[in-house]
């Protein structure tokens, strides 16, 4: 969900309109823009889901214009700037190191073979373009769990799930990058890290590494200068040019569909599609999801799911550094599982070091988003984990150096997500 980074550059000045090409990856701070945050999205800019104080921040220098426009203030912050590389890249991975579809989808394949009593790989679905015969991609799930009759299968099993997806927003790359570490922690520590192992031997752990595969493919094709493709590759409805044609997937979700943060125009980054659940990329995850999870809560927005629900879900994001639970819609509105879902949450984000609340409390209010979806159906306890760097270590943005990964993400994520996968037996358990 949220900004860019690679390189920082020192602060200039807005330029002014035609004074020089438009940057489409130049970064701009909206001070004070927080309280305004509806009337950013409905113009239709880049609004990045990053905040800071009451600061927020769009992308690309036509954006910035049209906001100065508006009567903000717009400052210059960096730029997306892709390293230089003096070695080749491996096969299967663009911008230094980040994995393709075809090699998320290959470790997927090589891991179910590598460990058949631990894992089992799922395709739950076709992309949009798949579907429409002009390439596209599979949707695929991974399972992992020390299997005995009947785990791993699309049924709502006695085991307690745990389920990850990561890449719903293509351009958040770092979060693919996370799923694929998780997987290969679950398997390599089963038998030798006892926590692991006890999760395993208890928990179904799902795995959706990219949620939104052709826009990954969008993202991968700049190579060493990614192309920030946010959406879906739905081009059906406008063709808003390279980067922002397509539907916001996590806008899409048929949870208060059309509310907050969301916009009606086929070029806005929030564009939230002709209906709710219209992109196969949502309605095949959430299929998926609706036949793991038996649905324990009754509707409206104050009921609560009982206190013995099982599960928990988490989708990733970038790169705010906070930690958000439902309601996403508006953060006045309270879950009935609200003091249970914000503690944990406290307690993920003091693992982190991130913020934790609701979007409009931390962020901004956004509806129809993934973690909604799941709580609001199926009463599951949900969240979104905005992967960032709130430690000023140079690995802010979408398109962190490919170093950042193993030096400074994974080692602050897998604790969390240990933690998260431990919850799920019993996540709103009274002390």
Known sequence: MALAAGALLALAPLPRAGAQPSDPNQVYRVPGAAARSTELVASGVDLLERRSGDDLFVLGTDDATRVRGMGFAVDAEERVVAPVSARAAAPDTYYGGYRTVAAQYSHLDAVAAAHPDLASVLTYGSSWLKERGRGGNDLKAICLTRKSEGDCTRAATPKPKFFLISQIHSREISTGEVSYRWIDRLVDAYGTDPTITALLDTTEMWVVPVANPDGVDIVASGGASPILQRKNANDSHRDCGVGRTGVDLNRN??????????????????????????????SALEALIADLYPDRREDGDATAAPDDTTGMFITLHADAAQVIFPWGHDSTVHTGNDAALRAFGEELGGKLGYRSGQAGEILYDSAGGTEDWVYDKLGVAAYTIEVGDSDDRGCDGFLPPYSCQDEYYWPKLEPALVMAARKAAAPYARP
């Open 253 to 282: 979700a048929g949870s208060h569909f059309g509310e907050s943060g969301t916009s009606n125009d086929p070029c806005s980054d929030v564009y939230l599609g002709p209906s709710a659940d219209s992109e196969v990329e949502n």
